[in-house]
């Protein structure tokens, strides 16, 4: 980042490697770093709530996924995810309104829903069960 420090994807690129080692502060402090360069970046937010689940922050992951949603809300993933957050925090429905919604923008990897365990409270739900046969015709 010494070369460029006002590039925010050498930014992001640093925060990531520093994901990647588990040095969480250092890639939170890199990511937060993102968002002051370039507040509209939807993955920073993403990235970062993926760290604050690995460190049992709910309040912060919720946080960054609404926000990497609201930034970007055509992207199925950030639906994914919170549709993964809800299922592990108990609240089905809000799960299975974020899944649709991650379906209706694009989700295609109906085997990852199959075996994510973030999904396992509502996978044998009948609305889980008729979004898959809607969407995953075979």
Known sequence: TELAPNKDP???RLAEAYAENGENTLALQSFKEVLRLNPKDDLAHERMANIYALEGNDIAELEARLKAAELDSS???HF???ACYYARAGSTDKALVSMGKSLEKGWKNKDHMNADPDL???RDSAA???????????
Do not use: A, C
């Open 75 to 77: 992207n199925p993933n």
């Open 128 to 138: 889980y069960k008729s979004m898959m046969s809607e969407f995953f015709k075979d």
């Open 10 to 12: 050498y930014q992001f």
């Open 80 to 82: 994914y995810s919170l």
């Open 120 to 122: 396992d409270s509502i």
